[in-house]
């Protein structure tokens, strides 16, 4: 999703961290940030959207959905080492087929 925020030029937002830099008027710094928040929100999952949908401000959204995926993506590891440590052999099986 970074990459195609930097590919439009729409980096700004989270790159600065959700402050306007000087000298960038308000409207065209409020344009640039809602074309982020739609961009993100183009990409977002239907299960995740609810969460994505109140928020205007592109960096608070980044930051909100970027905590909600790092949790998962722990969840995740967590699981496939639970299944790694209980995987067992079999005699006279493969080992993919030995759950």
């Known amino acids: 999703m970074e ?6 030029d729409l980096y700004e937002p989270l790159q600065l961290l959700g402050q ?3 000298g960038k008027l308000d409207d065209a710094w409020s344009i640039l940030n809602r074309k982020v928040v739609g961009k993100i929100r183009q990409w977002v999952d239907q299960n995740v959207f ?3 949908a109140q928020e205007t401000d ?4 980044w930051t909100k959905l970027s905590s909600m995926y790092e949790r998962k993506i722990a969840q995740n590891k967590v699981s496939v080492i639970r299944r790694l ?3 067992k052999y079999k005699d006279g099986r493969s080992v993919t087929e030995s759950q």
């Open 58 to 61: 592109a960096y608070k959204l």
């Open 3 to 8: 990459d195609i925020l930097y590919c439009k």
């Open 20 to 22: 306007k830099p000087e």
């Open 85 to 87: 440590v209980n995987l």
């Open 50 to 52: 609810h969460h994505a």
